[in-house]
């Protein structure tokens, strides 16, 4: 324990991603834990906020799910004997917590909970043929009667030749419509910034600026921006009063946009910020080299 908060590794909470109507989603029960609350104090959060959490976010158990998918899953100590239907909270519903429970340690364990969905999604996208021969293998199985033993046996074997899942992405393209999944690179673009972020964008708005705010403390930023932007010298000041440093240039020289993360990863972002996930867009990382050229002609 620390602070008061269950300190768990990271297999302990990818144990706790279920697979349920489709979606990855963790319990009520298992999240609570996670954010140091009380089970009942951490519904009741949801409760107040509940306008915020449409049935894709947070849906309750069936009879059915419960007992054919969790009831064999679930230790009895942080189940805790209690036999109400749980509450599953899928990807955005772990994101909306953010804005739900408050404080510094509620948005970490948010973010790192966001980043484990997104490690498994990729984990079992890359191993879909894997997984489609285990089911086979257990389809087989049962028809035959064969020990369960064995069939587990035979899966370990199986799980032992997946890749393990590789963060370091070079490129991607979002769709139409991902302006979650679009915003969580980002997100995970900035969060690697131990000291500065500079970001060539003509169309920088106030909703940039919550992303940027996401950074580390101490890291600064600056900004190159079309003379047109909608931010004010107002904007600057309250972000800079709540986390500096920020420093916002003009230039009318750049068409595309770039982030640059502590003048060594250099980002090309085919989509303005601001409309990430709106319209199909690609990302990939630059040869660090241009970093200099870019900012000299800037």
Same mark, same amino acid.
């Given at each position: 324990?620390?602070? /008061?908060?269950?300190?768990? &590794?990271?297999?302990?909470?990818?144990?706790?991603? $279920?697979? =349920?109507?489709?979606?990855?989603?963790?319990? !009520?029960? #298992?999240?609570?834990?996670?954010?140091?609350?009380?089970?009942?104090?951490?519904?009741? %959060?949801?409760?107040?906020?509940?306008?915020?959490?449409?049935?894709?976010?947070? +849906?309750?158990?069936?009879?059915?799910? +419960?007992?054919?998918?969790?009831?064999?899953?679930?230790?009895?100590?942080?189940?805790?004997?209690?036999?109400?239907?749980?509450?599953?909270?899928?990807?955005?519903? =772990?994101?909306?917590?953010?804005?739900?429970?408050?404080?510094?340690?509620?948005?970490?364990?948010?973010?790192?909970?966001?980043?484990?969905?997104?490690?498994?999604?990729?984990?079992?996208?890359?191993?879909?043929?894997?997984?489609?021969?285990?089911?086979?293998?257990?389809?087989?199985?049962?028809?035959?009667?064969?020990? %369960?033993? #064995?069939?587990?046996?035979?899966? !370990?074997?199986?799980?032992?030749?997946?890749?393990?899942? &590789?963060?370091?992405?070079?490129?991607? *393209?979002?769709?139409?419509?991902?302006?979650?999944?679009? $915003?969580?690179? +980002? #997100?995970?673009? *900035?969060?690697?910034?131990?000291?500065?972020?500079?970001? =060539?964008?003509?169309?920088?708005?106030?909703?940039?600026?919550?992303?940027?705010?996401?950074?580390?403390? /101490?890291?600064?930023?600056? *900004? $190159?921006?079309?003379?047109?932007?909608?931010?004010?010298?107002?904007? *600057?000041?309250?972000? &800079?009063?709540?986390?500096?440093?920020?420093?916002?240039?003009?230039?009318?020289?750049?068409?595309?946009?770039?982030?640059?993360?502590? /003048?060594?990863?250099?980002?090309?972002?085919?989509?303005?910020?601001?409309?990430? /996930?709106?319209?199909?867009?690609?990302?990939?990382?630059?040869?660090?080299? +241009?970093?200099?050229?870019?900012?000299?002609?800037?």
């Amino acid at each position: 324990m620390e602070n /008061g908060i269950a300190i768990h &590794n990271r297999e302990w909470i990818k144990d706790k991603i $279920y697979t =349920i109507r489709g979606e990855q989603v963790m319990l !009520d029960f #298992e999240l609570a834990e996670i954010y140091g609350y009380e089970t009942k104090r951490f519904n009741e %959060q949801v409760k107040h906020n509940i306008e915020r959490f449409d049935e894709d976010f947070r +849906f309750q158990l069936t009879d059915e799910e +419960f007992n054919a998918i969790l009831r064999s899953k679930i230790s009895t100590s942080s189940w805790g004997g209690t036999r109400y239907k749980p509450y599953a909270f899928t990807e955005q519903g =772990i994101y909306m917590l953010m804005t739900v429970l408050k404080g510094e340690l509620a948005v970490a364990q948010s973010k790192m909970l966001i980043r484990m969905f997104k490690e498994m999604k990729h984990f079992l996208q890359n191993n879909a043929n894997i997984f489609a021969e285990i089911n086979t293998i257990k389809q087989n199985l049962l028809e035959t009667n064969i020990h %369960q033993k #064995e069939a587990d046996k035979r899966i !370990d074997e199986l799980f032992t030749l997946m890749d393990k899942y &590789n963060v370091e992405e070079k490129q991607g *393209i979002f769709f139409q419509g991902q302006i979650f999944d679009a $915003y969580a690179k +980002f #997100e995970s673009f *900035i969060a690697q910034a131990k000291k500065k972020i500079v970001l =060539i964008d003509g169309y920088v708005d106030l909703s940039v600026l919550e992303r940027l705010s996401k950074k580390s403390s /101490g890291v600064n930023v600056v *900004i $190159y921006t079309d003379p047109k932007t909608k931010l004010t010298a107002q904007d *600057i000041q309250k972000f &800079n009063a709540q986390y500096p440093t920020l420093t916002v240039n003009h230039t009318t020289k750049m068409h595309d946009r770039f982030l640059i993360v502590d /003048g060594k990863t250099l980002y090309h972002i085919g989509a303005s910020l601001k409309d990430l /996930g709106k319209k199909c867009f690609a990302f990939e990382v630059f040869d660090s080299a +241009f970093i200099a050229d870019i900012l000299a002609k800037v």
